[in-house]
């Protein structure tokens, strides 16, 4: 079979080192379902799942197994998430029957200022700020890790990294969604050294079937498993981290902007330990994640608009019609009011209650797609303490939409003993900022354009402050005991695709992996609703237009959702993509024979 070794390049600034041989062919044995007892999981990559499944094996609980699949994600999907980024964990403590959540989203270095992304007053270039330090807002991910294992798993750094830093040793084949994706940002890579020694050939994609080794990540992974978070937030890889903030390693004759991010910055991060949204349909328990997410309040909102109707008696068209409508006003609230809840007080009560949604569902014409850019409501008067009444902020100007494909993962595990998670991590666009530490092999997150650019708003920038997010990883229980869990990668439309499923799975009756398979349209108060190929020419779509919908021109695959069913006879059921992303892999530890 043919191979090729690329020479060792020793770049000044770049210490990684690569050995590109075409792997040979591996037998895939990803499976989109399985179901039988004990623990589980869901994720988009067969290693992070088989990872999960290891360390479930040894003991290890939900929490630890977690943690051992996003570092493995880590290595597999790189260009989605990783140490140089920030999510967010829903966990379901069985022993104690409570949900935690974890915020290890990005903050704003304290330098930052609300005029940091305006140029002569005007929003500066998108795709520039991205691709720049500026970007770059401090990562999280380590440190809500460490509080994971610290508070809830049961297992150590060391353990937990173990599978991971075998993947990123014994390296991984390049698979076409892979190779796709780095084709895609070819353009962002090709300016920066780090991430052209580390995922080009000659400034190309490297080919299906190549292997991919990343022994700068299991180095940093191996100092973290040795001297815990603090070698992340302190010393030599943060040293590093701020290097390639301040002056990133460019390819020879590109410019890029800096950013202004310090090591006291990373010293004072915090993962935050937040109160789920919690909020009923149909009888489930739904919790969620809080700001600054606004993934929980928003999927909770459109979920009590939807309440109000019979939608078992409708016909598909009707439903989904309502969906998006119910989608559209509950995304003209999640713009107006929320944001880093430690900076911006939103009226969360208002937002969540009933009577709210019966208000806005009155505004839902069932004949005619509603208009673009709807306006907010005033949740002011639903909020129980009604001595504060607060008029809410002028929603920003909308900036121009973008696409929001898939970009992040998220994954869902659970053990024997009943804990589940239910996670959501990114670096925030694919391949985020597209800046790689040098010697450590992670591509740092551009998650401070996460930020409205200008206001006011409750999501501009501010020293500290962690820009707004979608993720929307949730755990649903009925009569006190667990569901199912869903959530999806995305952007804005993470919001959609849990809603979206939910409403599926709930309502129209589909098993999960028909609620996951379905097509996915999302609408999110914008000039059109985004659909997946076929859509706009399918019965479906046609009926959905005589009411007025309208679809954007170029259709792309939206999210990548992974889920766990709890069924009534004690089994579980793991449920990926049998088609996005390349489909997932689920896998159970003892299957069902
Ligand atoms: N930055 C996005 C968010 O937090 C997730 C990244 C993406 O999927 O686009 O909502």
Sequence with gaps: ???????????????????????????????????????????????????AMAILNRGGNAIDAAVAAAATLGVTDPFSCGIGGGGFMVIYLADQKRVVTIDSREMAPAAFTPAVFLQDGMPMDFDRVVASGASVGVPGTVRGWHEALQRYGSMSFKQ?????????????????????????????????????????????????????RNPGLARAYGEIAARGQGAFYGGPMAQAIIEAVLRPATAQGVTVAGGAMTLADLANYEARIRQPVHSRYRGYELYGMAEPSSGGVAVAEALNILEGYDLKAMTRPQVEHLYLEASRLAFADRNAYLGDPEYVEAPLTGLLSKPY???????????????????AGDPYPFQDDRSVVLRPMAAPAARAARQESAHTTHFTVADKAGNIVSYTFTIESWGGSGIVVPGYGFLLNNEMTDFDFSGPAPNVPEAGKRPRSSMAPTIAFKNGKPAFTIGSPGGATIITTVLQTIVNHVDLGMPMQQAIDAPRISERNGAASSVEPGFAESDQGRALALLGHRWEATPEEIGAANALVFNSDGTVTAVSESRRHGGGAALVQHAAH
């Design 357 to 375: 949604a019966a208000q806005r569902r009155g505004l839902i014409d069932a004949r005619q797609a509603g208009v673009t850019g709807s306006a």
């Design 160 to 212: 937990v990294l173990a599978p991971a830093i075998g993947v990123a040793r014994q390296g991984f084949a390049v698979s076409p969604t892979f190779h796709r994706l780095t084709t895609e940002n070819e353009g962002k890579f090709r300016q920066f050294a780090g991430a052209s020694a580390l995922y080009l050939h000659d400034g190309k994609a490297l080919p299906v079937g190549a292997l991919i």
């Design 1 to 51: 079979m043919p191979k090729f070794r690329r020479a060792s390049r020793a770049l000044h600034t770049c210490s990684v080192t690569l050995a590109l041989v075409l792997a040979a062919p591996v037998a895939l044995a990803k499976t989109p379902q399985a179901s039988g007892r004990g623990g589980a999981v869901a994720s988009i990559s067969e290693q992070a799942s088989q990872s």
